[in-house]
């Protein structure tokens, strides 16, 4: 099963969304918005991908919270998305152990179809 993390309101997760159904793609969507995300989790994708891949230093709530000008380590950004799922770049996405993070469609199409 296609496991997609995000929000249902953000444009990347709409063109996954978009992707799946048009592609009659099984999925299950776990939107942060309405129900946190455990830290674990968060853990379990750091050990398949890098934490500046993950943390995403283009969003509004990263600007909003000033977070540029702390200068954060990646032990600090790791914290940062514990606390503040909507740091997370979107969307990820979980499929037969791989890790995907980001929308990218020439991937898709190579991994899923």
Same mark, same amino acid.
């Given at each position: 099963m ?19 159904k048009?592609?009659?793609?099984? @999925?299950?969507?776990?939107?942060? *918005?309405?129900?946190? %995300? ?5 853990? =379990? !994708? $750091?050990? &398949? ?12 709530? @990263?600007?909003?919270?000033?977070? *540029?000008?702390?200068? %954060? ?5 790791? =914290? !940062? $998305?514990? &606390?503040?799922?909507?740091?997370i ?22 991994i899923?179809?």
């Amino acid at each position: 099963m296609i496991k997609i993390y995000g929000i249902k309101n953000c444009d990347s997760v709409k063109k996954a969304l978009k992707f799946f159904k048009e592609h009659q793609l099984e @999925y299950e969507l776990f939107d942060f *918005k309405t129900k946190p %995300l455990p830290c674990s989790k968060i853990d =379990e !994708w $750091l050990q &398949k991908t890098d934490i500046n891949t993950l943390f995403n230093s283009r969003s509004t709530t @990263y600007r909003n919270l000033k977070l *540029k000008e702390l200068n %954060l380590s990646d032990e600090d950004k790791k =914290e !940062w $998305l514990c &606390k503040e799922n909507l740091l997370i770049k979107r969307p990820v996405v979980e499929f037969d152990e791989k890790l995907l993070v980001g929308f990218k469609e020439e991937e898709y199409k190579r991994i899923f179809l």
